[in-house]
């Protein structure tokens, strides 16, 4: 499974992006999807995740409200639509993709992508 994300870019506080992850390979490797983010110098975080047919979602508590993922599985891409940005959410973001059905908010997805920069700056 290849990742590729998009989408990034430099937005201005309480602005929105909308991140794409764009799949192809063997569709079982892509049950579950999810997205990361590693600030400067910290460690890769969860940020949201979600089921094969999209009836299961999480976030992280601190995205909750502010920010949507989907998924069109007919396109094998997956979106994150994120409002009421935040200078703490300035981050290089990633995509995952596992074969298994669970969606988990630790970094133990099997496929990566190659991440996408997001600066939310004034």
């Known amino acids: 499974v290849q990742l590729q994300a998009s989408g990034g870019g430099l937005v201005q506080p309480g602005g929105s992006l909308r991140l794409s992850c764009a799949a192809s390979?063997?569709?079982?490797?892509?049950?579950?999807m999810g997205w990361f983010r590693q600030p400067p110098g910290k460690e890769r975080d969860f940020v949201a995740g979600i089921s094969w047919s999209g009836s299961s979602t999480l976030y992280a508590d601190s995205v909750k409200g502010r920010f949507t993922i989907s998924r069109d599985n007919a396109k094998n891409t997956v979106y994150l639509q994120m409002n009421s940005l935040k200078p703490e959410d300035t981050a290089v973001y990633y995509c995952?993709?596992?074969?298994?059905?669970?969606?988990?908010?630790?970094?133990?997805?099997?496929?990566w992508g190659q991440g996408t920069q997001v600066t939310v700056s004034s």
């Open positions: 390979g063997r569709s079982f490797g892509m049950n579950t």
């Open positions: 995952a993709a596992d074969p298994r059905f669970v969606v988990r908010t630790t970094p133990t997805y099997d496929y």
